[in-house]
């Protein structure tokens, strides 16, 4: 493909600016690496509600002891 050769073509009807602006705009969307998804850290506020520093134990009784002080 030369430089001057386009990437794509219109080959039936005829599009305004907004809708090919809408088209290039989608191929160069599609057309990047997806990017990995960052972690999201929990908010101060999801924290606030979570026990500190002990992770609750699994098994009989667990539930109970989740909610008595520590």
């Known amino acids: 493909m030369s430089a001057e050769e386009p990437l794509f073509r219109v080959v039936r009807g005829v599009p305004t600016a907004e809708e090919l602006a809408a ?10 690496p997806a990017a990995a998804p960052s972690p999201v850290a929990a908010s101060a506020w999801a924290r606030s509600g979570r026990p500190a520093g002990t992770a609750l134990a699994a098994g009989p009784g667990g539930w109970r002891s989740a909610g008595l002080p520590r």
């Open 23 to 32: 088209l290039v705009g989608a191929i160069v969307v599609r057309s990047r």
